[in-house]
Nanobody, 113 residues
Framework: QVQLVESGGGLVQPGGSLTLSCAAS????????MAWYHQAPGKQRELVAQ?????TTNYADSVKGRFTISRALNTVYLQMNTLKPEDTAVYYC?????????WGQGTQVTVSS
């Protein structure tokens, strides 16, 4: 059984910052990839950033230079700077490993003045 618990969403003004956290617990393999996805109303869920257990990162073009993904063991963070209204979405944590792909419950991020 794998559980992902997210925190850190909220309302922020354009240009502001937020940090999301996701703690994974349960039977977690050493080699895995943790990631953040977002889903805006009426749109498909999209990859925002991912980080492997060896520290390799990958970002969507829309967030490069503004967002930073990091991890400490089985907790993944997403530091979001210079937020824009188009970043408004539900943000989901994901864990991929040999046993499958697991999702958190999602946390709302709203960027608005």
């Amino acid at each position: 059984q794998v559980q992902l618990v997210e925190s850190g969403g909220g309302l922020v003004q354009p240009g502001g910052s937020l940090t999301l956290s996701c703690a994974a617990s349960g039977s977690i393999f050493t080699f895995n990839t943790m990631a953040w996805y977002h889903q805006a109303p009426g749109k498909q869920r999209e990859l925002v950033a991912q980080i492997t257990s060896t520290g390799t990162t990958n970002y969507a073009d829309s967030v490069k230079g503004r967002f930073t993904i990091s991890r400490a063991l089985n907790t993944v963070y997403l530091q979001m700077n210079t937020l824009k209204p188009e970043d408004t979405a539900v943000y989901y944590c994901n864990l991929k490993m040999l046993s499958g792909s697991y999702w958190g419950q999602g946390t709302q991020v709203t960027v608005s003045s």
